[in-house]
């Protein structure tokens, strides 16, 4: 697998925020946000066996481990890095784009799809069929731009039902979108979704990395 980094940090969002965990960002893309805050993932890395993987996420401890990148599902072996993953007593997490098919993945592994807002031009990217499989404990995250984006958003949660199969998570790109603005448009509309920062941006720089 062509891994970007490894690294021990707390998990800075979801359900999961503020747990110790060690985050396995592999490397490459197929979409291009306009806010990725992870474009150093598109490219570059190393090349890693499973075993070398397995190796340093035991050598670092946590017992929260995420799957990210870039796009994770791009990597062939990642399906099986999950088992292995598992089978050692982690919990583990994937954060994908949602663009492509999870069927693969281990039913035990926990999901968080990333919908893809208008502001981030890879709208078209979504797969809905996605949003239909979500189980309890999985996440749904909308990263908003501004209030164009949280209305489609808010749309997309209700036609959708999705605070009635997962968490719900409305995060706010930094430096851009004010998250009192957007605790006030929840408020307003009673939405049932969960405000998401990302802590890592507030604990240390927002430009900072392996936090």
């Known amino acids: 697998m062509r891994i970007t980094e490894i690294y021990t940090s707390i998990q800075g969002e979801t359900q999961y925020a503020g747990l110790p965990c060690t985050l396995v960002r592999t490397t490459g893309c197929d979409l291009r946000c306009g806010y990725c805050d992870s474009a150093f993932a598109f490219h570059g890395g190393a090349e890693m066996t499973l075993d070398q993987i397995m190796a340093e996420v035991a050598r670092l401890g946590a017992p929260l481990v995420l799957l ?3 796009e994770p599902m791009l990597q062939r072996e990642l399906p099986e890095l999950a088992g292995r993953l598992l ?3 982690y919990r583990v997490m994937i ?3 949602g663009a492509h098919p999870l069927d693969a993945l281990p039913a ?6 990333d919908v893809k807002t208008p502001g981030s031009g890879e709208v078209h990217r979504n797969r809905p069929e996605l949003l239909r499989r979500l189980r309890p404990g999985d996440a ?4 908003l731009v501004d ?3 949280y209305r489609w958003a808010a749309e997309v949660i209700r036609e959708h039902a999705l605070a009635g199969q997962a968490e719900v998570l409305l995060s706010p790109v930094h430096g851009r979108l004010d998250p009192k603005i957007l605790v006030e448009w929840m408020l307003r509309d009673r939405l049932p ?3 998401n920062l990302q802590l890592h941006k507030y604990i ?8």
Do not use: H, M, Q, Y
């Open 147 to 149: 209030e164009a984006d």
């Open 68 to 70: 990210t990148g870039g």
């Open 193 to 195: 979704a969960r405000l």
């Open 108 to 113: 035990a592994v926990v999901r968080v799809i």
């Open 140 to 143: 749904v995250k909308f990263v």
């Open 204 to 211: 240390w720089e927002p430009e900072a990395r392996r936090v």
């Open 87 to 89: 089978e050692g007593g």
């Open 95 to 97: 954060e994908t784009s």
